[in-house]
């Protein structure tokens, strides 16, 4: 971790009796389950808090909470985070989807972004499409922009090494569920979850904006510094 702060927004009083008109927080090369983010911010509304962590210089929450929050993830982050089982799973998960006469699935083995600028996406790598009836492993490359969430995603190239090709049928199923995730990106993971309202692509970044919901707050970590 490369730095931390939280602000604790409240007084003595409050602070005993356990509530907090706010928590803000920013961090920059923090780690969530392995994956790193660049900088991360949020902030609560009003909040109750555990008034004897307070006193030693710690946040911890009674219940659950919601917060604003930004993200920003930095190229190199996000192709270490596509090596962990955790990122390959999730992936996974978002890209099962159905086709009129069955389920498909497909899993990044090996999958490297790049982020040029001008909004591109260029995405290259070896993936295994489960097409129902075979596991097929492909290579290919796709080059997207993406200047909005409010924006269908562009496809300017796509290139796939299979001779027979993908079927039309498992494309435009995909497309729909691509376009789906586009508009309702919806993130969990352990003691968290992101609701994600703005996508900005940038040149060797991404950057999130969106609702949090936190479940705690990392332990152990100095506030107000």
Known sequence: MDNLNIDVNTDLLKAIQGHADGVSFEGKGLKLKDIRLSKIQFKTDEIDINP????????????????????????????????????????????????????????PKNIQFRLPGNSKIIIEGEIILDSGLEKKPLDLRADARLES???????????????????????????????QLRKSPYFELKDAALRVNTLEVQQGSIILQGQAHLEKIPENIPFGE
């Open 52 to 107: 004897l962590k307070v006193l030693f210089g710690e946040v911890e929450l009674n219940h659950p909470v919601n917060a604003e929050t930004r993200i920003v993830l930095k190229e190199a982050d996000i192709n270490q985070a596509l090596k962990l089982d955790l990122v390959r799973n999730l992936l996974y998960e978002f890209l099962t989807f159905h086709t009129e006469k069955r389920i498909v699935s497909i899993y």
């Open 149 to 179: 969430l409010d924006k269908p995603i562009l496809l300017d190239g796509f290139k796939c090494n299979t001779p027979e090709g993908i079927e039309l049928e498992i494309i435009v199923a995909l497309i729909d569920k691509i376009h």
